[in-house]
């Protein structure tokens, strides 16, 4: 079994930082992908910044300067260090990964439960 926990996630003020964490736990041989998306009540989930096993990167234009995605392969972790926060980045954020199982030859896609971000104005 495979499980993602995110964490991290609050109210803050616009303008304000949040940082999010997200561990991968459980039966895992590799980790390639991790990721973080965000979805508002109605609207399709959408990729806010990706990070791969080699440390690439990816953002949203809508977050690019402002989030920074990091990462530890040792600890299956991921952050989301989210500045100058905006009302607009109200969503659920929620954590994913592809991940190889033992004993298996496919990396499959996971995901979190998700964490609330709420940025008042």
């Known amino acids: 079994q495979v499980q993602l926990v995110e964490s991290g996630g609050g109210l803050v003020q616009a303008g304000g930082s949040l940082r999010l964490s997200c561990v991968a736990s459980g039966s895992i041989a590799s980790i390639n992908l991790m990721a973080w998306y965000r979805q508002e009540p109605g609207k399709e989930r959408e990729l806010v910044a990706g990070?791969?096993?080699?440390?690439?990167?990816n953002y949203a234009d809508s977050v690019k300067g402002r989030f920074t995605i990091s990462r530890d392969n040792g600890k299956n972790t991921i952050w989301l260090q989210m500045n100058s926060l905006k009302p607009e980045d109200t969503a659920v954020y929620h954590c994913y990964a592809d991940i190889r199982r033992p004993f298996t030859i496919n990396y499959l896609p996971f995901w979190g439960q998700g964490t609330q971000v709420t940025v008042s104005s």
């Open positions: 990070i791969s096993s080699t440390g690439n990167t």
